[in-house]
């Protein structure tokens, strides 16, 4: 399980929002059944519903397309189906125009953020402007009324659509949302109301201020939830702020008076995500790995272009036949893998190889059983279907960065590749680089500085390997071992003689000293390796004391490194 909470009411989904707020960050949870399916990490608040007044930078024909300038450290992206048609009587068919014969540089223009700046790219916008209100959205650039498709019943549409067409404001259009299924008149006349005035208010400003400038920012990422998620299906709302658990108490209380009993103050001692067990599926939700409670896994890559998903029996055996073995881990698989798709907040096109299935019914519950599940998401997902080699096929629409891009970055020495050379191949590239250096200096040495196991690696037998460098590159080679050292770092440098014999003289035979046991030594798991001012210490019958300080007196040095026995 997820999460340590597990409220069930009879027959019903138990849906919780567990709020965290500090100086760092402000992290809102969202638990079903005391599962985890959705994070919102707020370190800098996200852009997407911000309106800027923009300037045309530059227009791209051939990809009907433009860039404009927000304000922003990068110019946001605007493409031709993302302008607004409307309100230009002069713009006969717009779908045959070029992009270059409706904009033009410099040209001053209204646009609001749909999609976050991700990685090089600008947040991309659109003038067709979208005012969200906790029961409508209205449209001030569209004259259309649409209905939430979350809204089954027949009969409800039709009463909410009929109610929107007489409470439209001229020249503007409406979408009812979700959460005004049942709500009455007075509440959706007061949100549009409200929004309408948001509006003008916009207006005003776009007059006042020169490009390119904010003219409306949107709501902070916890008033975001409190507006969009806090219906009535959530049982119950935890904040651990008094701050903010006074503000939202006030603004519950103003628009949706049937909740205001379920939002609670966390007063624990401990904090509220640790209490949950919310931390630890964070971190969860981070690894390529996700084992199913029946012991299958699934493997989640994430590639530059899509995000592959492969489902594995692992540990689960079954109990029947091999058809529903594979068919109940399927089965769980479908489920988890919404739930993973939502928790990490993945876009774009999704891949999922499940374990080959032979019947066709089988294939069909899968589906059905994925469907299902991913009804849950807000985020809008299409599932495409099954392809002939039994792989799965979806999309999502990718809104901001997902949960890994906000938590992580590429490790600097692999790239994401999560692959580094083997020491065979680190052994084989030092060597080279101390001929190179050998061949292009007239010193007496070289000295290298590597991370310890590669260092090893470098010795061979005793230093025989070492020994037999320093016959082909007539140089001597002073042999440095850094604990803090990558294993894909290596250092050289050419130095004299006289420099080299200090270094060496550094440690005697005789000499008492007291090192960390950092690992065994090589291969001899009998012996434990010490540092010592970069040189290495063999000390046999020190393989058992690693991670622990031991005694030692040397009892040889060489220029490579130096054995110790324990005292």
Not at 65 to 89: H, Q, S, T, W, Y
Not at 214 to 232: A, P, S
């Amino acid at each position: 399980m997820r999460a340590c909470i597990s409220h069930e009411k009879a027959g019903l989904m138990y849906k919780e929002i567990f709020i965290s707020i500090d100086e760092l960050e402000n992290r809102i949870a969202v638990l079903e059944n005391g599962t985890l399916v959705e994070v919102y990490i707020a370190r800098e608040e996200r852009q997407i519903g911000s309106i800027y007044k923009g300037k045309v930078a530059n227009v791209l024909p051939g990809m009907q397309a433009a860039f404009v300038d927000i304000g922003l450290e990068r110019n946001a992206f605007l493409c031709k189906d993302d302008l607004n048609p409307l309100g230009d009587d002069e713009i006969e068919d717009f779908k045959n125009l070029s992009i270059k014969d409706i904009l033009k540089v410099n040209q001053e223009t209204l646009v609001q953020i749909v999609k976050d700046s991700i990685g090089t790219k600008g947040a991309r916008v659109t003038t067709s402007i979208t005012l969200p209100g906790r029961y409508v959205v209205l449209l001030p650039t569209a004259s259309y009324i649409g209905v939430s498709r979350r809204i089954e019943s027949d009969e409800e549409r039709r009463r909410l659509r009929q109610m929107a067409d007489r409470l439209k404001p001229e020249g503007c259009g409406l979408i009812v949302r979700t959460a005004a299924e049942a709500v009455e008149r007075e509440n959706l006349e007061r949100d549009i109301m409200s929004l309408t005035q948001l509006w003008e208010k916009i207006q005003t400003r776009s007059k006042q201020v020169r490009a390119p400038n904010l003219v409306h920012r949107e709501l902070t990422l916890v008033y975001k939830i409190i507006r969009d998620i806090f219906t009535d299906d959530v049982d119950r709302l935890i904040v651990d702020s008094s701050t903010e658990y006074d503000k939202i108490h006030e603004l519950v209380g103003m628009f949706a008076p049937q909740l205001v009993n379920r939002v609670h103050l966390h007063q624990d001692r401990r904090p509220l995500f640790e209490l949950h067990g919310i931390e630890r599926e964070i971190d969860k939700a981070l690894k390529r790995q996700v084992w199913l409670e029946s012991g299958a896994y699934l493997i989640i890559d994430k590639t530059e272009a899509l995000t592959v998903i492969d489902v594995n029996t692992g540990k689960f055996i079954g109990r029947t036949s091999l058809a529903d073995t594979i068919l109940k881990t399927n089965l769980e698989a479908a489920r988890e893998i919404a739930r993973q798709i939502r928790l990490r907040d993945i876009g774009g096109i999704v891949i999922v190889d499940f374990i080959d299935m032979e019947r066709h019914e089988d294939k069909m519950k899968v589906l059905q059983a994925m469907q299902e599940a991913l009804r849950r998401d807000r985020t809008k997902t299409h599932l495409v279907g099954m392809t002939e080699l039994g792989l799965v096929q979806l999309t999502r629409k990718r809104v901001a960065r997902d949960l890994e891009d906000t938590l992580r970055e590429k490790c600097p020495w692999c790239q994401g590749t999560g692959m580094v050379p083997t020491p065979e191949t680190l052994r084989i590239r030092t060597v080279r680089e101390i001929k190179r250096v050998a061949s292009e200096s007239r010193q007496e040495a070289v000295v290298v500085t590597v991370n310890p196991r590669i260092a090893m690696h470098l010795l061979g037998w005793e230093g025989e390997d070492l020994e037999r460098l320093e016959r082909h590159t007539g140089r001597q080679i002073w042999l440095r071992a850094d604990i803090e050292f990558h294993r894909e770092r290596i250092e050289t440098h050419p130095v004299g003689e006289r420099e080299l014999r200090e270094r060496v003289e550094h440690l005697r035979e005789g000499d008492q000293i007291e090192v960390f046991v950092e690992e065994t030594f090589g291969h001899n798991l009998q012996s434990g390796l010490g540092l010592y001012d970069g040189i290495m210490i063999e000390i046999p019958g020190g393989g058992n004391l690693v991670g622990e300080k031991a005694p030692i007196t040397i009892t040889r040095n060489t220029r490579w490194y130096c054995q110790g026995q324990l005292r």
